[in-house]
């Protein structure tokens, strides 16, 4: 009973993304039965995203969506654990757009890596076998899983898995320069300030703009 309520006063992204009793969303949906559904109900559904992958500011079209506070940043970013399950689902995502992690020295991520070596590993995102079916569903101009992706390389950096984040902007730049004029310049921009700013810098702030960042100082020089 104890540890019930002393986990009930963590931050519903701790919570959520326990490995050993994860807490549902406010639909009754847990991790584990998120990373099930079949890509159909990911590309369909709306307002998972938000649970998967938090951002330190607050969603304009779900305004009850988990954001990242300075206690949930800390706690992924010395905790292991957090970190693999947030890198289960990334996979899942990297899946559903048709990619595949690979990591150290080329091991693909269907294989078991320790998380001590996971830690250090260094990653590469490359288009999977069924990237030529997968990519129908988003490699097409104004798409809303050009969001997504936004979302995706933005909160894997905050939380800790920068190396997942930039293998996954290069791999995003690569098809970028097949298919170009397939992404808006606005998409292109808002992924790069994803990948790129300083973490207190939401993709959307505008350069110049003084108010960028403010309350985010615990997101200065990370």
């Known amino acids: 009973m104890t540890t019930t309520t002393t986990n009930t006063t963590l931050p519903f992204p701790v919570r959520f993304y326990s490995p050993t009793s994860p807490a549902p969303d406010s639909s009754g949906r847990t991790l584990p039965s998120i990373l099930t559904w079949p890509d159909s109900t990911l590309e369909y ?23 990242i506070a300075e206690q949930t940043f800390r706690t992924f970013r010395s905790t292991p654990h957090l970190q ?33 070596d996971e830690e250090k590993a260094t990653c590469q995102v490359l288009p999977a076998d069924n990237f030529p079916a997968a990519s129908e569903h988003w490699v097409t101009r104004f798409n809303h899983n050009h969001l997504r992706i936004t979302r995706i390389i933005r909160s894997c950096r905050v939380l800790g898995l920068e190396d997942e984040a930039l293998a996954f902007y290069g791999a995003l730049m690569a098809i970028a320069g097949e298919r170009r004029g397939v992404f808006s310049r606005k998409t292109l921009m ?26 985010l100082d615990w997101l200065v020089d990370v």
């Open 45 to 67: 559904s709306h307002d998972y995203i938000q649970n998967l992958f938090p951002l330190p500011e607050r969603s304009p079209i779900n305004p009850s969506a988990p954001i």
């Open 84 to 116: 693999t399950q947030l890198r289960r689902s990334l996979k899942r995502m990297l899946a559903f757009y048709g990619f595949r992690l690979l990591v150290d020295d080329g091991e693909d991520d269907n294989k078991k890596v320790e998380e001590k």
């Open 190 to 215: 808002f992924w790069r300030r994803a990948a790129e700013r300083p973490l207190h810098l939401a993709p959307e702030d505008e350069d110049g703009d003084e108010d960028a960042g403010r309350g």
